[in-house]
């Protein structure tokens, strides 16, 4: 019974931390769970992105249909062409200039309008496309197609569908 108090001592002595190979193993194992989930969590927040955008590009056609109903009169969504990342509401003065109706919309990070692959946007400016509709709120063009891309992952794509029967957006995942 004498010696067990200096072979605890001993014991103690020699397990104070950890040993380098440990440390190690466990920087290891953080690095691979690190390498596997930041692309899976980048890929996530890519398609949310884009989600939230064609939600933008929505709520801005809603609107427009209402304001035109409301009002009366032609409205128009006008996409910004140059920088590509916004979205905003007009209406014409009796003299033919486009009027604001509201503060542009634009895009989540990364995500720009895409004109090459969006198609039936026919209202056109020498800084934007976009679609009208008349004062009864119905869409003047027959079938418009929004594309909205991500630009750091170019093969992610939603489109945004509307048809002149029926105003229901549709989100198309490419």
């Known amino acids: 019974m004498g010696d067990t108090p200096s072979k605890f001592a001993s014991y103690k002595k020699n397990s104070l931390g950890f040993t380098i190979i440990e440390l190690m193993l466990v920087i290891a194992v953080v690095g691979i769970l690190a390498s596997v989930t930041v692309p899976k969590y980048q890929g996530l927040t890519d398609h949310y992105h884009l989600e939230a955008s064609a939600q933008v590009v929505a709520g801005q056609i809603r609107n427009a249909k209402q304001y035109a109903m ?3 009169e032609p409205i128009y ?12 509401l007009f209406s014409k003065d009796r003299q033919n200039n486009y009027l604001p109706l ?3 919309q634009t ?11 969006s198609s039936g946007l026919e209202i ?8 009208s509709f008349d004062r009864k709120g119905f869409l003047t063009g027959n079938i418009v197609r929004i594309a909205l ?3 750091r992952t170019p093969q992610r794509v939603v489109y ?15």
């Open 102 to 104: 509201n503060t542009p």
């Open 149 to 151: 891309t991500n630009t």
């Open 107 to 117: 895009f989540d990070s990364g995500i720009t309008f895409d004109l090459s692959q």
């Open 77 to 88: 969504v006008m996409f910004d062409t140059t920088t590509k990342k916004t979205v905003q």
């Open 124 to 131: 056109s400016t020498s800084s934007s496309r976009g679609l």
């Open 70 to 72: 409301d009002r009366r």
């Open 160 to 174: 945004v569908d509307l048809t002149s029967v029926s105003l229901e957006v549709k989100l198309t995942w490419l």
